[in-house]
Structure formats: structure tokens, C-alpha cells
């Protein structure tokens, strides 16, 4: 059985010379959607550093689909994905609660 860090050292990709988590792997990580991590992430943009994300070129993702077999999916997509520098990871984990992630609030703002 692999560990939990294994398995993170196996989705870090070096990319524009940085390492960095594709969407799709770091919304798995967290248990939601790769759409619901993208719909948080920009929602809440005011918590990160403009660099915090950014999205690949078709050319990069051509290049991450053809080394990386459980990406082929990624092949014919009309999306290209975004990707998270390792150092930011952190400061999503930390700026989202987690458990949040699923939820919609139903409060009404102020109050």
C-alpha cells in the first residue's frame, strides 16, 4: 500500500520551472470536484497572491498527457487545466476549510 505522501510526490509536476499540482489532482486530495475547486479558488481570490494558479497551454497539457497515462483524459479537453504551485497548496489548505468545500451557505449576508 502506497502512503499518503507517495501518493502527493506522484501528482508534483515540474512545470515553468515550477513544481506544481494539476486541479483535478489537488480537488481528489480534498474529496470534491475538480469544478468545485475552481469555483472556491476563484470565489476567493482576495486570499492569495496573483500568482496563486494558473492554466496550462495546449501544449503543456499535450506534454503532461503523453508522460502521464492517468491523465489521458486531459487529451481531447477544450478546457485547459489550472495548476497550483506546491507553495500555495499549503495556503489553500489553509485558507479553505475544508469541510466547507461541499457547502453553499444559506445565511443571508449582514447579518
Given at each position: 500500500m502506497k502512503s499518503i505522501?507517495?501518493?502527493i510526490e506522484n501528482?508534483?509536476?515540474l512545470i515553468r520551472s515550477q513544481k506544481v499540482m494539476i486541479d483535478r489532482d489537488l480537488a481528489e486530495l480534498y474529496g470534491v470536484s475538480?469544478?468545485?475547486?475552481?469555483?472556491q479558488v476563484k470565489r476567493n481570490k482576495k486570499r492569495f497572491p496573483?500568482?496563486?494558479m494558473f492554466k496550462l497551454a495546449q501544449a503543456e497539457t499535450g506534454e503532461l498527457?503523453?508522460?502521464c497515462d492517468r491523465l489521458k483524459v486531459l487529451k481531447h479537453t477544450?478546457?485547459?487545466p489550472?495548476?497550483?504551485p506546491q507553495y500555495l497548496e499549503e495556503n489553500i489548505?489553509?485558507?479553505f476549510h475544508l469541510n466547507d468545500f461541499g457547502k453553499t451557505s444559506t445565511k443571508p449576508s449582514g447579518g
Open positions: 505522501s507517495t501518493n501528482r508534483i509536476f475538480t469544478k468545485r475547486l475552481n469555483e496573483n500568482d496563486f498527457v503523453a508522460n477544450s478546457s485547459w489550472y495548476v497550483f489548505t489553509y485558507s
